[in-house]
């Protein structure tokens, strides 16, 4: 039997504060056939993109370092906020390959030229609309154009990181890397033998 409909959703705006927050009620069919009322708060901040930046011959990754405030409120008092992260931004209207090209720019200094789609996933489905775009691109040292550390206007004070692929693998395993997005393309590297040469 099919089950898993839905019916009579009414959509209610409660913020638009930084990004949106909605309440949904709705009708949902279960498994015996019979409708139940629900209810649901859906956070909206847009869809993003995300990328690892890597090198072959150095056996090399370019990771980002910055305050986050929804780490700092959940962490002890002497916990660590600053998260180590791939590059990563919302689209802005932008295709994810522009997006990520533009943010790769603004946060790491480095102007990548080709970058390779390897999957999208909804990061946090329970709450939040927002899905990622994941990629991966080689840099090369002459690539990098700029300090990066990203825009300025958008008050993100980024430390850019250059570390081993190995030593990228043991903060990962050791929680020193606690990013989602992070974890899946350092795991995605290393399931295909991206720095191989």
């Not at 139940?36 to 150095?58: H, I, S, W």
């Not at 660590?80 to 295709?95: K, N, S, W, Y």
């Amino acid at each position: 039997m099919k089950y898993g409909k839905v019916k009579n959703v009414v959509k209610q705006l409660l913020s638009t504060n930084w990004y949106t927050l909605y309440k949904f009620t709705f009708e949902y069919q279960r498994e015996d056939s019979t409708w139940e009322t629900q209810e649901r708060e859906v956070y909206d901040c847009g869809d993003a993109a995300a990328v690892l930046l890597y090198n072959k011959e150095k056996q090399t990754v370019i990771l980002t370092k910055q305050f986050r405030m929804p780490i700092f409120q959940n962490t002890s008092e002497d916990g660590d906020a600053m998260m180590v992260e791939v590059c990563a931004g919302l689209l802005d209207g932008d295709t994810p390959e522009v997006c990520i090209k533009k943010e790769a720019l603004e946060e790491t200094g480095y102007k990548i030229e080709n970058v390779t789609k390897v999957f999208e996933s909804f990061m946090i489905p329970g709450t939040v609309m927002q899905k990622v775009h994941f990629f991966v691109a080689e840099y090369k040292d002459t690539d990098k154009v700029s300090a990066g550390g990203g825009a300025e206007y958008e008050t993100e004070n980024i430390e850019v990181l250059e570390i081993s692929f190995k030593q990228a693998l043991n903060w990962m395993y050791t929680d020193k890397i606690k990013d989602g997005k992070t974890v899946m393309l350092l795991q995605h590297a290393q399931i295909k033998n991206l720095l191989e040469h």
